[in-house]
């Protein structure tokens, strides 16, 4: 059973850069088929996919946040990790992390979700 915790900070001021970790336990974050995805969920909103790295190292991301996001991995750690560069008030939300087996946007592994808040 794949498991996932994320790391990261849950306060960030204006224009800095938010960093998150998610460490993956129970399988590698390169084995075939697997994508590793980071959601958020702002307050009273649905869910928001921010993007993707896929087992070989592939990366995609969402077209509205593409330009402010970086996501990639340390195999040796088995981890891969977010950075959403120049946050704002709107970025505030609850991040996860998330696994999906076979590229079909089923997330059958979830972190267990971290409170972000953009605030001066």
């Known amino acids: 059973q794949v498991q996932l915790q994320e790391s990261g900070p849950g306060l960030v001021k204006p224009s800095q850069t938010l960093s998150f970790t998610c460490t993956v336990s129970?399988?590698?974050?390169?084995?075939?088929?697997?994508?590793w995805n980071w959601i958020r969920q702002p307050p009273g909103k649905g869910l928001e996919w921010i993007g993707r790295i896929r087992y070989d190292g592939n990366t995609y991301y969402n077209p509205s946040l593409k330009s402010r996001t970086s996501i990639s991995r340390d195999t040796s750690r088995n981890q891969f990790t977010l950075q959403l560069s120049s946050v704002t008030p709107e970025d505030t939300a609850v991040y996860y992390c998330?696994?999906?087996?076979?590229?079909?946007?089923?997330?059958?592994?979830w972190g267990q979700g971290t409170q972000v808040t953009v605030s001066s």
């Open positions: 998330a696994g999906d087996s076979r590229g079909s946007w089923y997330f059958g592994s």
């Open positions: 129970g399988g590698s974050i390169t084995t075939k088929s697997y994508y």
